[in-house]
């Protein structure tokens, strides 16, 4: 019995891998470049591309569960679609989809949407899956470090109403969970959807004090100025995909990302430890 992850080689994928070995479960990787995959030894490499139905047929062949990662690409939507018909083709009935927290809220959010529809079809077609949706990842915290340090601000404008950040360890051995759980039952498990978020609720002035305290100097907060943001990102990323963050940051300020009631609770029972912390991350990643 094989389980194929998408995304094995990304930051969640990597911890859904490594946590999967851990459990001494068979793994199959889904890889587009092989050759600079660096996955550990006993993962069996896939290589193809989502979008490129043959090798997706080749990967899922013999797979009886699938880890489902799409990245944040304009023709996401398409890639998992494609996917789950392909999955459902060749007979996988144990399904796990990485999709995002509030997708049903932040509906003007190009790949919020994108993944609400997906789940939407999970539910269409009767697709036996858990649907993980995370919260923002700490680990976007690591492509802001050199400004927070070098420069003494904390530039994410994530808004007043605060975001439950989670760490992608967390997220990862979550899913190794699920898909160990769904890979062992003798019959397919119900359609069933998990918030994945952290220990705390953080403002954008909450995150800079913590900053602060970590790096034992002032750090400012200096608000909500998504316009900036976007043009920033337009140095790093197509500007539909800047715009995208911009959106998605906007919501942010309306209406953050807060936990149901329980969420927390019921991720600890989970794990059977506490969830990491953001000071946690931000001293790992500070010095």
């Not at 080749?58 to 939507?77: I, K």
């Not at 007979?91 to 997708?103: A, F, M, N, Q």
């Not at 993944?115 to 923002?136: C, Q």
């Not at 794990?271 to 790992?284: E, N």
Request: hydrophobic share 45%; no cysteine.
């Amino acid at each position: 019995m094989t389980i194929l992850v998408t995304g094995a080689t990304g930051t969640i994928g990597r911890n859904v891998v490594d946590q999967l070995l851990r459990r001494s479960a068979d793994v199959r990787a889904l890889v587009r470049n092989t050759a600079n995959a660096n996955l550990p030894a006993g993962v069996e490499i896939a290589p193809g591309d989502l979008l490129d139905v043959d090798s997706v047929r080749a990967a899922m062949s013999g797979a009886s569960t699938l880890f489902l990662l799409n990245g944040v690409v304009a023709d996401e939507f398409t890639q998992a679609l494609i996917a789950l018909n392909l999955a459902r083709e060749a007979g996988i009935e144990r399904v796990v989809y990485l999709s995002v927290i509030h997708s049903d809220i932040y509906v003007n959010v190009p790949h919020f949407a994108g993944k609400f529809a997906v789940e939407r079809m999970i539910e269409a077609m009767g697709i036996n899956a858990t649907v993980l949706r995370p919260a923002y990842f700490m680990d976007n915290e690591i492509t802001i470090r050199d400004v927070v340090t070098g420069h003494g601000i904390y530039p994410m404008p994530i808004g007043n109403k605060g975001l439950a950040m989670v760490d992608a360890r967390d997220v990862g051995e979550v899913a190794a969970i699920e898909l160990v759980r769904r890979e062992q039952s003798p019959t397919p498990l119900p359609l069933t959807r998990v918030n994945l978020v952290g220990p705390d609720t953080l403002t954008g002035a909450d995150a800079a004090a913590i900053w602060s305290d970590v790096l034992g100097r002032t750090i400012v907060f200096p608000g909500d100025d998504t316009g900036a943001f976007e043009q920033n990102l337009r140095q790093f990323m197509p500007s539909w995909s800047a715009y995208d963050m911009r959106l998605m940051a906007e919501r942010f300020g309306t209406d953050g990302m807060i936990p149901d009631g329980g969420d927390t609770e019921r991720l600890v029972e989970l794990l059977g430890r506490p969830l990491r912390t953001y000071r946690d991350h931000v001293t790992q990643i500070a010095g």
